[in-house]
């Protein structure tokens, strides 16, 4: 690597709203995040997918299917 032209890689501490703090190493000393893998519905399996205008049901009317 040059000198001089790289920022420094410096421990930092990535933290959730949910509480969740990860350590890792970044070129930001400290993050702030909004969601994360421990309280984001789809890692957590809480996500639901919702069928938007019946589109479902509309392909199943269409194909004759039950």
Known sequence: MK???HPD???T????VCGA???TRSTVPNL????CSSCHPFFTGKQ???DT????DKFN???NRK
């Open 48 to 50: 639901k997918l919702l």
């Open 32 to 35: 702030n995040v909004e969601i």
């Open 61 to 63: 009317r269409k194909y």
């Open 21 to 23: 703090e990860y350590h």
């Open 9 to 11: 890689y410096v421990d």
């Open 3 to 5: 000198p001089d032209i």
């Open 53 to 56: 205008a019946g589109r479902v």
């Open 13 to 16: 501490i990535i933290k959730c």
